[in-house]
């Protein structure tokens, strides 16, 4: 009996042990993996990875935009992010004169760089555990509001790490004004488009050129003309050797959402009933959306953005299901589980924990539930939420630009249906029960919202006001909405979460053999793995590195998706690569993405990916299909994230952007 005991114990800790390549480490701990990471080929040290006293490599990365990171590629601020995370400020700049999604830009001069308005960085200036600090009384506020007045452009958080065990502090400095330097055409940038997202092979050029610019103090300040290039403290060099099978490979970046630790409820909710539900809505949007696009080239680009996002978690959300099917983490979390009981039966401060835990997640299970199925379905109408802007003051022309009255009308006869038919028995809002009955059907009610919205055009949206149908229909589902339900996960809700912080230190006691890293909470972290293909299936090994000949091979004209840009086919046909044709399995060629084993999630795009001497190697911007329940339970067997090769990225900067100047301020290696 014991020793069964023992072997399960031996084989849970096996399965759940954080395997070699798992796990998102904070840069000012790293030294408890710093053994490990050299006995891979790391040949710096912890000091060059974090330090507050000189410049480390934490000081050449920067957290872009709302959920990205980015990294310092010359000692005169200029930075590289991925394509799809600059997005949003390339198509702020872009018009029909100036179509730099379409057709790339590139400034040729420092007086070129276009300013980005609402576009800010943030370095992180120092971490510091403050868990003792706030447990004997010190406010959280406090820490904060003296942090902030440490400098210029300062602000500052304090973070849960293991569910709130500890806490740290994260003192940023802001930087907001970031000018565009280049961008290449959708046609490398988002070559591929949604058809190859998430998928490998891959062969997109996910990767857009920004510059720090910061007052003459070097300091940060608003946009100005007179403004200098930001010198950062650091700034990767970049190495032009490219990498191979089995070399090292450092992530820095900041990782947005993993849920490592959730018990069997959690992934029970995740897997049978969250990602079905959101997958088959969505299903239901893109059909529409694909449909409308098809019809009409009009429809296609405006709705080509909306399409691009509805579309990226609805596919993760399918590979999640897959892969948490194909791992048994349900059931690998329920035997975990009870093993755990058994240990902890004999201790009093945690025998009752995972009833206590279950018991939260049936109290708040359904309500979160809902939800999520406001948020994906009427909280998804752009009509009814450009009334409610309009009622308030709001112009909606800008929204207006890219939205097409019939598309959204067949959407929200669709999700109000889906919304009526899905909700638990006695939850829908009274006020939109009588206007059902009213009207006689979802579909009629919604007809008559369409038919008689003064918001159906932009020359009479301004004279919405709260009377508007549209703007009723909002407010009926907006005052019923359980926002205080939005959190990041059903486990992050106070009432489960709570438990989590005593479970988490249960397991810690009890598990010695796991390897603990707290959960991605868009705050920086380190991982590390190595350069690797992986079995897709039975019989069919992927290799980790794609080449410009498999771009040429994609290409088709008649696919937006794949519609090679003609100077790239042209500098194929004369294989004219200059300095960066490589010999790739005996053919001359260029280099274009590879495959790594580093744990990333959703934050992780533009991240550095750097080689064991800190040179940058590319830029990380996506995973495999099949890797995405990495989220929950990572896999080192097939879990693999995807990074456009530096390589290509000087290419492209200089052979389709004619930008080499830019190298002149870059470190080439
Ligand atoms: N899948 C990547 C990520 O989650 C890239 C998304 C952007 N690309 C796209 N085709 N939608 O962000
Ligand atoms: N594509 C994701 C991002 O934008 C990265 C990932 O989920 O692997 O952050």
């Given at each position: 009996m014991k020793r069964k005991v023992l072997l399960t114990l031996l084989l849970c800790s096996f399965i759940f042990t954080a395997s070699a390549d798992e796990g998102m480490w904070l840069p000012s701990l790293i030294s408890s993996?710093?053994?490990?990471?050299?006995?891979?080929?790391?040949?710096?040290?912890?000091?060059?990875?974090?330090?507050?006293?000189?410049?480390?490599?934490?000081?050449?990365?920067?957290?872009?935009?709302?959920?990205?990171?980015?990294?310092?590629?010359?000692?005169?601020?200029?930075?590289?992010?991925?394509?799809?995370?600059?997005?949003?400020?390339?198509?702020?700049?872009?018009?029909?004169?100036?179509?730099?999604?379409?057709?790339?830009?590139?400034?040729?001069?420092?007086?070129?760089?276009?300013?980005?308005?609402?576009?800010?960085?943030?370095?992180?200036?120092?971490?510091?555990?403050?868990?003792?600090?706030i447990a004997?009384?010190?406010?959280?506020?406090?820490?904060?509001?003296?942090?902030?007045?440490?400098?210029?452009?300062?602000?500052?958080?304090?973070e849960n790490m293991y569910y709130g065990n500890q806490k740290f502090l994260f003192v940023y400095r802001r930087f907001t004004d970031v000018r565009l330097v280049g961008t290449p055409p959708s046609a490398i940038g988002k070559f591929g488009g949604d058809t190859d997202n998430w998928i490998w092979p891959r062969h997109t050029g996910d990767f857009s050129v920004f510059r720090i610019y910061a007052g003459a103090d070097n300091e940060p300040a608003d946009y100005s003309p007179q403004n200098k290039p930001y010198r950062p403290k650091r700034h990767f060099p970049i190495s032009t050797k490219g990498v191979k099978e089995g070399d090292f490979t450092m992530i820095y970046g900041f990782p947005g959402n993993t849920q490592e630790y959730v018990i069997s409820d959690a992934v029970d909710y995740i897997y049978n009933i969250s990602d079905p539900m959101k997958i088959a809505l969505r299903t239901k949007r893109l059909d529409i959306i694909t449909k409308a696009q098809e019809s009409d080239p009009k429809i296609r680009i405006q709705y080509a953005a909306k399409h691009a996002s509805i579309a990226n978690a609805w596919k993760k959300w399918q590979g999640e299901v897959l892969g948490i099917k194909r791992l048994g983490t349900l059931e690998k979390k329920l035997r975990y589980e009870q093993e755990f009981a058994s240990w902890a039966a004999s201790r009093p401060e945690y025998c009752h924990l995972?009833?206590?835990?279950?018991?939260?997640?049936?109290?708040?299970?359904?309500?979160?539930?809902?939800?999520?199925?406001?948020?994906?379905?009427?909280?998804?109408?752009?009509?009814?939420?450009?009334?409610?802007?309009?009622?308030?003051?709001?112009?909606?022309?800008?929204?207006?630009?890219?939205?097409?009255?019939?598309?959204?009308?067949?959407?929200?006869?669709?999700?109000?249906?889906?919304?009526?038919?899905?909700?638990?028995?006695?939850?829908?809002?009274?006020?939109?029960?009588?206007?059902?009955?009213?009207?006689?059907?979802?579909?009629?009610?919604?007809?008559?919202?369409?038919?008689?919205?003064?918001?159906?055009?932009?020359?009479?949206?301004a004279q919405c006001d709260k009377s508007d149908p549209a703007a009723e229909f909002y407010a009926i589902v907006r005052k019923e909405y359980p926002s205080q339900y939005?959190?990041?996960?059903?486990?992050?809700?106070?009432?489960?979460?709570?438990?989590?912080?005593?479970?988490?230190?249960?397991?810690?006691?009890?598990?010695?053999?796991r390897?603990?890293?707290?959960?991605?909470?868009?705050?920086?972290?380190?991982?590390?793995?190595?350069?690797?293909?992986?079995?897709?299936?039975?019989?069919?090994?992927?290799?980790?590195?794609?080449?410009?000949?498999?771009?040429?091979?994609?290409?088709?004209?008649?696919?937006?998706?794949?519609?090679?840009?003609?100077?790239?086919?042209?500098?194929?046909?004369?294989?004219?690569?200059?300095?960066?044709?490589?010999?790739?399995?005996?053919?001359?060629?260029?280099?274009?993405?590879?495959?790594?084993?580093?744990?990333?999630?959703g934050g992780n795009s533009g991240s550095p990916i750097i080689n064991g001497r800190g040179e940058l190697i590319g830029i990380n911007f996506d995973r495999t299909w099949r890797s995405t329940m990495s989220d929950v339970e990572f896999d080192p067997t097939i879990c693999r994230n995807i990074s456009v090769d530096i390589r290509y990225v000087l290419f492209v900067i200089d052979r389709i952007g004619g930008a080499s100047y830019l190298f002149d301020e870059m470190t080439l290696k």
């Open positions: 993996r710093i053994k490990d990471m050299r006995s891979k080929g790391f040949r710096l040290t912890e000091k060059d990875i974090y330090d507050i006293n000189r410049a480390s490599l934490k000081d050449a990365v920067v957290l872009f935009g709302r959920g990205c990171t980015g990294e310092l590629i010359s000692p005169e601020g200029l930075l590289l992010t991925n394509h799809h995370c600059g997005y949003g400020a390339i198509q702020a700049l872009s018009s029909l004169e100036h179509d730099y999604l379409t057709y790339g830009f590139w400034a040729q001069s420092r007086q070129g760089e276009l300013p980005c308005e609402g576009l800010e960085v943030s370095f992180l200036v120092r971490m510091e555990d403050v868990t003792d600090r004997t009384g010190q406010s959280e506020k406090e820490i904060i509001a003296a942090a902030c007045k440490e400098g210029k452009g300062f602000y500052a958080q304090i995972l009833d206590s835990m279950k018991a939260a997640y049936n109290r708040n299970r359904g309500p979160y539930y809902i939800g999520e199925l406001y948020a994906e379905t009427v909280m998804t109408l752009e009509l009814p939420k450009m009334a409610a802007m309009a009622a308030a003051g709001k112009s909606v022309v800008q929204l207006h630009k890219d939205f097409n009255l019939e598309v959204d009308r067949a959407l929200a006869k669709a999700m109000l249906a889906e919304f009526v038919r899905l909700m638990p028995e006695g939850k829908l809002p009274e006020a939109l029960e009588v206007k059902v009955a009213q009207f006689g059907s979802t579909d009629a009610y919604i007809d008559h919202i369409y038919n008689n919205s003064l918001c159906r055009e932009a020359a009479t949206a939005r959190v990041r996960n059903l486990s992050n809700l106070a009432e489960i979460q709570r438990w989590y912080r005593p479970y988490l230190k249960a397991l810690m006691e009890w598990d010695g053999k390897s603990f890293y707290p959960d991605a909470n868009l705050t920086l972290r380190v991982a590390y793995g190595s350069v690797a293909g992986y079995e897709y299936a039975d019989g069919e090994w992927h290799v980790p590195q794609t080449t410009i000949d498999g771009i040429i091979a994609k290409d088709n004209p008649e696919i937006y998706d794949y519609n090679v840009p003609q100077r790239l086919r042209d500098i194929y046909q004369s294989k004219d690569y200059g300095r960066h044709g490589v010999m790739i399995d005996g053919r001359k060629s260029v280099p274009v993405c590879f495959l790594a084993t580093n744990h990333t999630t």
